[in-house]
């Protein structure tokens, strides 16, 4: 059976997203937009690469969500991304409609997918992503902390001259300004980051990586950074689609890992086949755990904003409800 990965926002890191997967070649791509033509413009760009970068993947794009029939593994990228100066939760009514509306129709096409969402503000829109389908959590995932982790991967390698093959880092925490990147869990093949650099110097890197996608932000000023964040979601997808069981941050739901419930967070998790096989729980210092706690406590006043949109009680809804 041919593998499928449906990607939804056929945008910067839609359109990115889908071109790794084919160039890694993981799956055929069904990309989804509700700007008619960009979808199938850019599926036809990308199909007519196919012979120059030699893949058999196939790649075809709509306004309609019939074409993501099968897909194992649904990715949304829909919606509005940061101008200089926003923070991702300005973007969060907006895109709760935007995810709100795709919701329902990634449900009724491809029921038994998993689903890892990348919209910002992405906590938040995971948890919506996860009331509307009301699928097991263990099928909704979303990405961050593998691009965040990345990025301080990269500023620690360029810090020391070093490769970044050989620097591992681990990011925790929602998705924002209060994101938890841990030194002691950033090794340069297995040497903890503290050993090897001051303390200030390390602080830095860590600050670097909270404002790491506000860095691109002011530099591109028309968007927010895609290259980065579609390896990311690629990722991701690739460890569910060949049954990879990595360990990767992941925002998921929590239900009293690390002493937090009923709270979306970026925590480490095993990635398989079935989507998260496992919410790995990492030994943390107090000042870890109390950020962990900060971190998640912001994330859940984001989440008070879909349940004021969903109603009082959802659970008793339908299951899925475009808002
Ligand atoms: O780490 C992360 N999770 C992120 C998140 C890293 C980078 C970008 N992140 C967020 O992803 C960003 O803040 C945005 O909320 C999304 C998408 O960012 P992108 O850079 O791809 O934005 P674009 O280029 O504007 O593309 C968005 C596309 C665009 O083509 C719209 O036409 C489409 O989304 N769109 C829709 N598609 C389908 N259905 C609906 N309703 C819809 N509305 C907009």
Known sequence: MRRKIAVIGAGNVGATCAQRVLERRLADVALVDVVDGLAAGKALDLAEAAPLEGHDCRITGSTSYEIIRGAQVVVVTAGLARKPGMSRSDLAGANAKIVGSIIPQVVANAPDAILITVTNPLDTMTYLSWKLTRWPAERVMGMAGVLDSARLRFFVAEKLNL????????????????????????????????????????????????????????LL?????????????????????????????????????????DVFCGVPVRIGAKGVEEIVQLPLTDAEKSALKASAEAVRQDMKMVDDLLGSDPSKGKGVRPL
């Open 221 to 261: 000023k028309t968007g927010s950074a895609f290259y980065a964040p579609a390896s990311s979601a690629a990722d991701m997808a690739q460890a569910i689609l060949n049954d990879e069981h990595r360990l990767l941050p992941a925002c998921v739901r929590l239900s009293g890992q690390y002493g937090l419930k």
């Open 163 to 218: 490769s970044v093959q050989d620097v591992d880092a681990m990011v925790m925490g929602g998705h924002g300004d209060s994101m938890v990147p841990l030194p002691r869990y950033t090794t340069v093949n297995g040497i903890p980051l503290p050993e090897l650099l001051p303390p200030a110097e390390v602080e830095k890197l860590m600050q670097r990586t909270r404002d790491g996608g506000a860095e691109v932000v002011k």
